[in-house]
């Protein structure tokens, strides 16, 4: 998580790790091909080797892209955008964001996209002005709760139990 300067949140959806674990075991292959003397790997291992240091980058840079949340601004002008989608922050039934407890809408559309919930991300439920419900996928719902009923006006935490239920 990262408040900006200007009260903003971002939630990033990835890491790099996947891709900094696979990229020494790479050098260390090609480090181990110029110490050892004798046959060479093949030139289909070299560019399987590549390939699948490719794929995973492209899965590091895709889980960032898609999945990181972020609250801009406050009031009217400010917005919700995870991956793609955006929510203006006017559209958020506030009433149902401070009712918020804890849970889980069973059926509701995940913000960004996707069939279901990325994995060791938490759903929070929000609730639309046009009545549909969705769920925001966080690693931290309590701090993606006190981000929004700030920049949505309010006072965190003015739901009974709500700070403290989100996390857990």
């Not at 999945?67 to 793609?84: F, H, I, K, N, Y």
Request: with cysteine.
């Amino acid at each position: 998580m990262t408040v900006g300067s200007r009260g903003g949140y971002t939630e990033l959806g990835g890491t790099w790790r996947p891709f900094w674990i696979v990229a020494p075991a790479v050098l260390l292959f090609g480090v181990l091909e110029l110490v050892f003397p004798g046959r060479d790997l093949p030139g289909a291992i070299w560019a399987a080797l590549a390939v699948v240091l490719g794929i995973v980058a492209a899965g590091c840079l895709s889980s960032r892209r898609i999945w990181t949340v972020r609250v801009e601004g406050s009031g009217a002008d400010g917005a919700l955008t995870v991956g793609r989608e955006r929510v203006p922050l006017a559209d958020i039934d506030v009433d149902h964001l401070r009712a918020v407890d804890a849970g889980v809408d069973a059926g509701a559309p995940v913000l960004g996209g996707g069939w279901s919930l990325p994995r060791g991300r938490t759903g929070l439920p929000l609730k639309l002005a046009d009545g549909r419900t969705v769920l925001v996928p966080t690693e931290n719902p309590a701090a993606l709760y006190e981000a929004l009923t700030t920049a949505v006006g309010g006072t965190p935490g003015t739901a009974g139990g709500a700070e403290g239920t989100l996390g857990s």
